[in-house]
């Protein structure tokens, strides 16, 4: 765990992840605004007060598309140098569900790790910033593809940092989604046999997917008595809570890995999306008049921060 920023300053962040994402969804009529609206703390938590990150010279400006993995192309940039420089010590990341990538990019902008001019390049033909996120893209660290897969993934690379005796921890950021796939619940099983206590897991617990609720799709809960029984340390806080989100990083697990669940509100800091509730997947605007509602919005988030 790295030595944070003041909460203030992470709250500050989480409100200018919401503020950027909704000026990008206006600019573009339509983004995954309500991901920005559950996940803005725990991702500025994250990068402020969590995640011993590699430090960076200044923000940088997102590459082109730099081609598929192969042999043939041994100098493809990744997306994880936005995470800094590696190292046995640092930390790595991993964006489990990928339709949060606008949100993830709105985070490196405003940790100072991604150039906000780079935004401008989101899901053009040819940029790395891709809507769905790969391993090429700002911030990602592998290609998390379908729902359920980056756990699997960041089991297997704690696995090798064990064996090569790396101190440095694995972070995931996971949606609630996600534990009604068989894979989650195979990589617990993982974890808990190889005792790999240097995975940390965040939760979006929005109770939203793409059709509606989480519940009204394939209920989830008990969460966290299913995750004790498969070997997690489990705690639950409110997931717009900066300190509680903060504190429960500190929660020993040796041998095992921390999940934090962090109950969220998907219409947080913005209540004119909750109109759409249930269907909060996506938001794309219906009527001039509802993207003025949108825009009146975005005004008063600006005002807000800047009340001079």
Known sequence: MQQGYPVEIIRQTAAGIRRRVLEHTLAHNGGYMSQACS?????????QGVMALGPLDGPIA?????????????????GAVFNGPRGPRFDRFVLSPTHYSLVLYAALIQTGRMHEAGLADFNRDGSSVEMIGAEHSPGMEVMTGSLGQGLS????????????????????????GEFQIGMTWEAFQFMAHHRLGSVGIYVDVNRQQCDGTVESVMGVDPLSRKLEAFGAEVVAVDGHDVEALLRAAKTPHPDRPLVVLGHTDPCQGLPL?????????YLRFRSPAERAEYAAALEAMVKHANPL
């Open 39 to 47: 996940a803005a703390e725990i991702l500025a938590c994250l990068y």
């Open 62 to 78: 997102p590459l082109a598309f730099p081609g598929v993995p192969s042999s043939k192309n041994p100098g493809r940039a990744q």
């Open 153 to 176: 993934q960041a089991a297997g690379m704690a696995l090798g940092r064990k064996l090569k005796g790396e101190p440095g921890g694995i972070w995931v950021f996971m949606s609630d």
């Open 273 to 281: 999306l909750c109109r759409n509730s249930p269907k909060l997947h």
